[in-house]
């Protein structure tokens, strides 16, 4: 039992959940509970390491879980794992497994781009209303938050391991995009998102919540869609437009 907060591993752990920088270099990411690890097992998603304490092995379903991890386990003090852990009231698991993005569809239908969004919260809920919707992948521009920040993975509730999730240049999201129609989110001068052929292949750029879309998406749209609403309601949160123009896809292709 590792009882030391100053134990290597330990600060392993706490440099991949604070530094981006330090996640990139590993290709190693962490995630808490049981749930997550559950989803890891279950889509064979490569693991390096899983941490727990003797109070969540005392669950007989945990203890199943974990004898179908195939790398090491660690038991761990609950002082360690409160170090560890990047909540309030830690789970008593914690997984590092390896940064390995599933790839994109060589001819994607409909993909979800992000323009600096910077919301860990707003990405982790866009990351699971694209899965959820059956988008072919989500593209980061530079400047979103991180696709693997903790706030983001535990807002994805495991959408990484369904949907591919690229942090790409503005010039790879053209070369992907060249073959569809790409659409940005606007007040005015407008088309209605319901009125819009979403199965055409299409992909819709979501802007940073405060400033909206920047000038590299607008010169890749191709089009430009409103949501409408009432009573003089400027805007919407951006995870909210997302979700709603993402269903609304998911809807007509569901019906075509």
């Known amino acids: 039992m590792i009882i030391s907060t100053q134990n290597p591993k330990v600060k392993f752990v706490r440099r991949l959940q604070a530094e981006k920088r330090f996640r990139r270099r590993e290709a190693a990411f962490v995630v808490e509970g049981t749930r997550w690890l559950n989803e890891l097992v279950n889509q064979a998603h490569p693991l390096q390491i899983v941490f727990y304490t003797e109070d969540w092995l005392q669950n007989a379903n945990h203890a199943d879980i974990l004898q179908q991890v195939q790398t090491p386990v660690q038991v761990v003090g609950d002082a360690v794992m409160a170090v560890m852990s990047d909540t309030e009231t830690p789970s008593g698991v914690l997984s590092v497994s390896n940064i390995s993005p599933m790839p994109l569809p060589k001819q994607p239908n409909f993909l979800l781009i992000l323009d600096s969004v910077t919301t860990p919260g707003n990405l982790g809920t866009m990351l699971r209303s694209a899965t959820a919707a ?123």
Not at 134 to 139: F, K, N, R, S
Not at 196 to 205: E, H, Q, R, T
Not at 224 to 239: F, G, K, W, Y
Request: net charge negative; aromatic share 4%; proline share 4%.
């Open 134 to 256: 059956g988008a072919d992948g989500v593209l980061l521009t530079p400047g979103c938050v991180d696709a693997y920040n903790p706030k983001v993975l535990r807002g994805s509730m495991g959408a990484h391991l369904r949907l591919p999730v690229h942090e790409l240049s503005w010039e790879d999201i053209r070369e992907i995009t060249e073959e569809m129609v790409v659409w940005i989110t606007a007040v005015t001068h407008a088309t209605d998102y319901t009125t819009i052929n979403w199965n055409a292949p299409s992909a819709i750029i979501i802007g940073n919540e405060a400033r909206g879309v920047g000038e590299q998406a607008v010169g890749l749209a191709n089009g430009r869609l409103t949501i409408p609403m009432h009573n003089d309601t400027e805007s919407l949160n951006a995870a909210t437009a997302a979700a709603i123009v993402l269903f609304e896809a998911a809807r007509q292709r569901r019906n075509q």
